[in-house]
């Protein structure tokens, strides 16, 4: 499986960004497609999970602002509104590959997100 995200840049505080990630391979066995992110100097932090059933799952801190989805196992989005300085960070896309009980995980190269105040 290979990930391959788009969509960072930088934005206005307040303001909206949209992250996808394409998913290319052996994309069958992709289980939990998922968001991480990683500021400066702090250890990357999951931010948002799509399970293969449907079920979303957020961290507090983006509740009700970020909204993840995704088109069976080939693309998963990250929509991003009110934005603030805190959400800057590098985002990573995340794949879990599920094979004969194991997971393979596969991460995207990571795409800049900066917010300005």
């Known amino acids: 499986v290979q990930l391959v995200e788009s969509g960072g840049g930088l934005v206005q505080a307040g303001g909206s960004l949209r992250l996808s990630c394409a998913a290319s391979?052996?994309?069958?066995?992709?289980?939990?497609m998922e968001w991480y992110r990683q500021a400066p100097g702090k250890e990357r932090e999951l931010v948002a999970t799509?399970?293969?059933?449907?079920?979303t799952i957020y961290v507090d801190s983006v509740k009700g602002r970020f909204t993840i989805s995704r088109d069976n196992n080939k693309m998963v989005y990250l929509q991003m509104n009110s934005l603030k300085p805190e959400d800057t960070a590098v985002y990573y896309c995340?794949?879990?590959?599920?094979?004969?009980?194991?997971?393979?995980?596969?991460w995207g190269q990571g795409t800049q997100v900066t917010v300005s105040s």
């Open positions: 391979g052996d994309t069958i066995c992709i289980s939990a």
């Open positions: 995340y794949a879990g590959c599920v094979k004969n009980g194991l997971v393979y995980p596969t």
């Open positions: 799509a399970t293969r059933g449907g079920a």
